[in-house]
């Protein structure tokens, strides 16, 4: 019984370790906090997710986002994600599935070297007279 409950459960975990702004580079005008790392697993039995559905939505910006803002950090680089689904679809079924997503927590320190990096990839709306 106590095999069947362990196999049940599904966790989740976040890893954080204090950074030296002298021993990491992130770039300019970025001071680095800390490195995060999310962790999650969910238990599924016939395409019901015990505890709950493990998503990259959840690992990116539910844990690691939100552990990185309540350091103090203003942004998150070098973000690296992913989601394991190890016998494919029929892990759905009855199985496993792990997501883990990891970047590095940083403060900004100064004035952004490309005052348009923030704006992503749409074109600015120009008006002329």
Known sequence: ?????LLLCACSSIE???LQSETVEV???LRPIAGIQATATSFYL??????GDINLDRLVNR?????AKTMGADKIVNLRFHLECPTA??????????G???????????????PLADEGPEPRNVTRR
């Open 1 to 5: 019984m106590k095999a069947l409950l």
């Open 16 to 18: 954080t370790v204090r």
């Open 27 to 29: 770039g300019p005008g």
């Open 46 to 51: 016939f395409f019901i997710p015990i505890p």
């Open 63 to 67: 844990m690691l986002i939100v552990t």
């Open 89 to 98: 679809c029929l892990s759905r079924v009855f199985g496993t599935i792990q």
């Open 100 to 114: 883990d997503a990891s970047g590095i927590a940083v403060q900004m320190t100064g004035p952004p070297s490309d």
